[in-house]
């Protein structure tokens, strides 16, 4: 296979912005495609999916929470050149039974391109770019989860596997869990993450404490129950263990939470002057 042209959906999140950086660092001809990027690409609306696939021979396929991959765009796009995809799924979707993730590996495997699912644990970024960002900067993060300790990944080293995969060789047909280096628990989290902002961040992994701060949120009570039962589903599942993934595919180490932590500090600083 030839070095392909890279369409990157899902391009203005974590890890998809990161892919597209990687690849550009490679210097791979890419293609950033979203709802409301410059390149149109939306998974209801089949009218933006010639003009996304324009050219491309690999996808990064990611879809946004709540969207299915839709089987018949990744046939369509096989039909059109495509020969290489990677997915961006997520640890634990079979003990969550996370039906929209499994069906798009599903779908993946399915589509007749050469094929790998990057299972990804939950992203350091989620702290200062994503879900928990409001939490951390109120000092306070409520996850239903108990104990449980995951294996926290930078998105840099989820991008960087991606990237391999899309242009490399040896990596079809595999399905990849891509975790950070250790396990740790979202108590000992939220020390490293005080330790880094210079104020405490507090953990409460109770399901009570979880139920009120959704709702006092707003959440609606069927998805404040939804999403009760997928946490504690993944808390079942038992703590996770770190692979070495990132480094066999990537050939450096992963990117340790303590250090992404200190990083990513200044988006925690509550307008304080730091030298």
């Not at 391999?164 to 979202?186: D, I, K, N, Q, S």
């Not at 961040?201 to 701060?213: I, K, L, N």
């Amino acid at each position: 296979m030839g070095e392909p042209t890279v369409l990157v959906l899902g391009s203005t999140g974590s890890v998809g912005r990161r892919v597209l950086e990687r690849l550009g660092a490679r210097g791979v001809p890419v293609r950033a495609a979203s709802r409301r990027g410059r390149v149109r690409f939306d998974w209801t609306d089949p009218d933006t999916w010639e003009g996304a696939l324009d050219g491309a021979s690999a996808i990064h396929v990611m879809a946004p929470d709540g969207v299915g991959v839709d089987p018949e765009f990744l046939e369509y796009a096989v039909r059109h050149g495509v020969r290489r995809l990677t997915l961006l799924s997520g640890r634990g979707v079979e003990e969550t039974d996370d039906r929209r993730l499994l069906d798009a590996e599903r779908a993946v495997g399915g589509s007749g391109a050469e094929w790998t699912i990057l299972r990804a644990d939950r992203c350091d970024q989620d702290f200062d770019e994503g879900v928990f960002a409001q939490d951390v900067r109120a000092g306070r993060i409520t996850v239903p989860v108990g104990d449980m300790r995951q294996a926290f990944v930078d998105a840099g080293d989820v991008a960087a596997v991606a990237a391999t995969a899309l242009t490399g060789e040896g990596h079809a047909g595999r399905t990849y869990e891509v975790t950070g280096p250790r396990a740790l628990g979202f108590a000992e989290a939220a020390a490293t993450l005080s330790a880094a902002a210079g104020y405490e961040v507090v953990f409460d992994g109770s399901v009570e404490g979880f139920t009120r701060a959704r709702r006092e949120a707003g959440t609606p009570v069927e998805a404040v129950e939804a999403m009760t039962a997928s946490f504690t589903a993944l808390a079942e599942g038992g703590d996770a263990l770190p692979t070495e993934t990132v480094s066999r595919v990537t050939g450096r180490p992963p990117v340790d939470f303590a250090d992404y932590a200190a990083g990513a500090a200044p988006a925690w600083w509550r307008g304080q002057s730091r030298s």
